[in-house]
């Protein structure tokens, strides 16, 4: 093939339909557990989560809420997936190898939101929140409607199990009623309804068990059948851990910020240095994002260990 400026604008077209067409057939499981905020600067300041107004009976002044002294960040990162075309592979009609590479960068710049925010989820243990707590911790400082301090734990170490009914209600029940029992500082339930049971492969049979069988294991009554949706996703690192979700709410228990949506990028300059240099032409996608946590009272996180 005799390069030139539009044989190189043909073949970087078509490369680019092929991006565009594998990332909007690829599917993503991060809206079912995450919501998306826009960024328009390096970072956004997430204080606003330490203090959330809910209405309440008017009497004399309005009672304003005040942020809480907590700081809670989060710095956008640089993400890209670079593919190098070769002008010899050019020059021979040799331009076979690249299609399944732009389906490839495609299929990872739509699951970018995916992996951040499963990332989240396995280091959530370890990982602080706006409070300055690990978001799954047992020690969640909690103002109480007297103005006392108290502790609230979204943290357990039960197995998910469906051995028995006493068993199921141990973990997944127990996890329901400690979120479905969370306060504000006013000493009203926060309505926590958990709704996503998030899984890794591991836990794929037991969840579906809970899910659909109408009796356990021991032959007693299933009172979790139909009770939630059971996502599973084989980045979760831990084969033991598992996650009870409430994703109903305007804020979600993970945040995926924006900065810059994968978009993709070409250089196709002749005179480019890596192309005198090297002869290598270039495209792929780039993106700008980040994650972050949202309010830990929607979510429940066991360890699975005992």
């Known amino acids: 093939m005799f390069i030139n400026k539009e044989t190189l604008s043909a073949l970087f077209i078509s490369l680019k339909t ?3 067409n594998t990332f909007s057939a690829t599917e993503s499981t ?14 956004n300041d997430y204080a606003w989560l330490s203090n959330f107004p809910r209405m309440r009976k008017w009497i004399g ?19 890209e997936a670079t593919v190098e075309v070769d002008r010899n592979d050019i020059e021979d009609d040799n331009l076979g190898i690249y299609g399944p590479q732009a389906e490839m960068a495609a299929q990872s710049a739509a699951q970018l939101p995916d992996e951040i925010v499963i990332a989240l989820v396995n280091n ?10 690990y978001f799954i911790d047992i020690d969640h400082p909690v103002k109480k409607e007297d103005g006392t301090m108290d502790s609230i734990s979204n943290k357990g170490t039960a197995v998910l199990s469906c051995a028995t ?8 029940g127990a996890a329901e009623t400690a979120m479905m ?12 309804k958990p709704n996503v ?17 109408e009796r356990l294991e021991d032959g007693k009554p299933n009172p979790y059948r139909n009770a939630f949706e059971v996502v599973v996703d084989g980045r979760l690192t831990s084969k033991t851990a598992w996650f009870l979700l409430d994703t109903n709410k305007p804020v979600k228990p993970f945040i995926y910020q924006e900065r810059k949506a994968p978009v993709f ?15 290598k032409f270039k495209f792929g996608a780039e993106a700008r994002a980040a994650g972050g946590y949202g309010f830990w009272q929607l979510a429940y996180g066991s360890t699975g260990t005992v």
């Open 124 to 133: 959530g243990f370890s990982a602080k929140c706006y409070d300055g707590q």
């Open 165 to 172: 009914q006493a068993a199921a209600q141990a973990s997944l």
């Open 265 to 279: 990028v070409q250089q196709i300059d002749p005179q480019a240095d890596d192309v005198f240099s090297r002869k």
């Open 181 to 192: 029992e969370f306060k504000d500082d006013e000493g009203r339930p926060l309505n926590i």
């Open 18 to 20: 092929t991006f565009n």
């Open 197 to 213: 049971l998030l899984v890794p492969p591991a836990l794929k049979a037991t969840a579906n068990i809970l899910m659909t069988a």
């Open 61 to 79: 002044e309005k009672n304003v809420k005040a942020l809480e002294g907590f700081k809670y960040s989060v710095v956008n990162d640089d993400f």
């Open 30 to 43: 991060w809206q079912r557990i995450a919501m998306k905020v826009p960024s328009t600067t390096g970072q």
